[in-house]
């Protein structure tokens, strides 16, 4: 069994993630002693909104400060307010498992604010998997729990997005035009590890540019993407400020867009990216550190670095490469930053048979590397 890499504050929490990253599973693991509530249970779900006391008087019935997990727990919104009162008056520590912000937004976070801290679970880290972790399988199906742990991964995607990701879209009220949105969502596939235009977008999708931006808030609020911002260095060019945007695992992108098999060429460099991307995101996440992470690029040029992790004034700057054979140009964005004040680490991520060395000042890595010594905390500003 996987053990994850998150850590948590031994008091009331929120875990958010998409579905079939493993919650339920890290819950039951790390709490095997606590009392459960499954809100995905129907059985469950209509007795306590029939008998709106059942759930208040279970809980009161606990010993005080007991554990209690409440699962999927943005279907049942309301029962956050019973949840308040038991931290207060029965010193009961809850773990509530969300895979969607959506609902919870305006009742829940604002309603337990300051009594409960919140973690996010992500897909399977290269170093949780150990020797398992292929990053070829990575790229191709991604490493999202339900997915990775099936025998037919290919086939757990498929009906992943065909059950899982169209349910919620359809759930939501904004959606007025699915058809639009279907359109979008392949759309978004392409879009991993790109810069947005939200206007360019629109046209393909016969949809304007405001819509567009809520489509991409709803794939962020189903924990799916995250949008990544434009450094701005100041560096003596105009540089480029649109954000780039991401699926939180690649096979989740490459389903979006419909794209099975073997990883083509051409694809290859945004999967790279976005795997390099989300394991410096997920690593800096799970030990709370508060690093932001934003790309820089010199406006109308291709002069670029993929990644810039900052803290304190400090940065690292990463770029990536899925080539194996180095070139003299790849390490061109990197040297374009090097004046940058604060900088304290520049890394080419590269599949390379060499990795470890380093030249002109810029360190070459691999991207199993780049995983171990982000797990270590030695790519931390």
Same mark, same amino acid.
């Given at each position: 069994?996987? *053990?994850?890499?998150?850590?948590?504050? $031994?008091? +009331?929490?929120?875990? !958010?993630?998409?579905?079939?990253?493993?919650? +339920?599973?890290?819950?039951?693991?790390?709490?095997?002693?606590?009392?459960?509530?499954?809100?995905? %249970?129907?059985?469950?779900?209509?007795?306590?909104?029939?008998?709106? =006391?059942?759930?208040?008087?279970?809980?009161?019935?606990?010993?005080?400060?007991?554990?209690?997990?409440?699962?999927?727990?943005? *279907?049942?919104?309301?029962?956050?307010?019973?949840?308040?009162?038991?931290?207060?008056?029965?010193?009961?520590?809850?773990?509530?498992?969300?895979?969607?912000?959506?609902?919870?937004?305006?009742?829940?976070?604002?309603?337990?604010? &300051?009594?409960?801290?919140?973690?996010?679970?992500?897909? !399977?880290?290269?170093?949780?998997?150990?020797?398992?972790?292929?990053? @070829?399988?990575?790229?191709?199906? =991604?490493?999202?729990?339900?997915?990775? @742990? %099936?025998?037919?991964?290919?086939?757990?995607?498929?009906?992943?997005?065909?059950?899982?990701?169209?349910?919620?879209?359809?759930?939501?009220?904004?959606?007025? $035009?699915? &058809?639009?949105?279907?359109?979008?969502?392949?759309?978004?596939?392409?879009?991993?590890?790109?810069?947005?235009?939200?206007?360019?977008?629109?046209?393909?999708?016969?949809?304007?540019?405001?819509?567009?931006?809520?489509?991409?808030?709803?794939?962020?609020?189903?924990?799916?993407?995250?949008?990544?911002?434009?450094?701005?260095?100041?560096?003596?060019?105009?540089?480029?400020?649109?954000?780039?945007?991401?699926?939180?695992?690649?096979?989740?992108?490459?389903?979006?867009?419909?794209?099975?098999?073997?990883?083509?060429?051409?694809?290859?460099?945004?999967?790279?990216?976005?795997?390099?991307?989300?394991?410096?995101?997920?690593?800096?996440?799970?030990? %709370?550190?508060?690093?932001?992470?934003?790309?820089?690029?010199?406006?109308? +040029?291709?002069?670029?670095?993929?990644?810039?992790? +900052?803290?304190?004034?400090?940065?690292?700057?990463?770029?990536?490469?899925?080539?194996? *054979?180095?070139?003299?140009? $790849?390490?061109?964005?990197?040297?374009?930053?090097?004046?940058?004040?604060?900088?304290?680490?520049?890394?080419?991520?590269?599949?390379?048979?060499?990795?470890?060395?380093? @030249?002109?000042?810029?360190?070459?890595?691999?991207?199993?590397?780049?995983?171990?010594?982000?797990?270590?905390? @030695?790519?931390?500003?």
């Amino acid at each position: 069994m996987v *053990r994850r890499q998150l850590k948590y504050p $031994d008091r +009331s929490l929120f875990l !958010f993630g998409a579905r079939g990253t493993g919650k +339920s599973t890290w819950a039951r693991q790390e709490f095997p002693q606590a009392t459960h509530f499954d809100f995905l %249970d129907a059985d469950l779900l209509h007795r306590i909104q029939a008998q709106p =006391g059942f759930f208040a008087q279970t809980i009161r019935a606990l010993p005080r400060g007991s554990r209690i997990v409440l699962d999927e727990v943005q *279907r049942l919104p309301e029962i956050l307010h019973e949840v308040h009162r038991a931290i207060e008056s029965h010193r009961h520590r809850f773990v509530l498992l969300g895979s969607s912000t959506r609902r919870l937004k305006d009742v829940g976070v604002n309603l337990l604010a &300051g009594r409960a801290s919140e973690r996010h679970l992500y897909p !399977f880290l290269s170093t949780e998997l150990g020797s398992e972790f292929r990053l @070829e399988q990575a790229l191709e199906t =991604g490493t999202v729990p339900l997915v990775w @742990e %099936d025998p037919q991964p290919a086939e757990a995607l498929r009906a992943y997005v065909a059950t899982y990701i169209r349910q919620e879209i359809e759930r939501d009220a904004r959606l007025r $035009d699915l &058809g639009s949105f279907s359109r979008f969502l392949v759309i978004a596939g392409l879009m991993h590890g790109q810069v947005i235009n939200y206007t360019g977008i629109g046209d393909m999708v016969g949809a304007e540019r405001r819509r567009v931006e809520s489509y991409f808030q709803l794939l962020e609020e189903l924990l799916m993407a995250w949008r990544l911002p434009a450094f701005e260095g100041k560096l003596r060019v105009r540089e480029r400020q649109h954000p780039k945007f991401f699926w939180i695992d690649a096979g989740l992108a490459r389903a979006a867009k419909g794209q099975w098999g073997k990883v083509s060429p051409e694809e290859r460099g945004h999967l790279l990216e976005g795997w390099v991307a989300n394991t410096l995101r997920v690593n800096y996440a799970y030990r %709370d550190e508060e690093v932001k992470l934003a790309y820089w690029a010199a406006h109308g +040029s291709d002069v670029e670095v993929d990644l810039i992790a +900052s803290r304190g004034g400090r940065h690292i700057a990463f770029e990536v490469k899925s080539a194996e *054979r180095r070139r003299s140009s $790849d390490s061109r964005g990197l040297r374009a930053v090097a004046e940058l004040p604060g900088l304290a680490g520049r890394y080419l991520v590269q599949p390379t048979p060499m990795p470890g060395q380093s @030249e002109g000042g810029v360190n070459i890595i691999s991207p199993e590397m780049l995983g171990e010594m982000a797990a270590a905390g @030695e790519l931390t500003p």
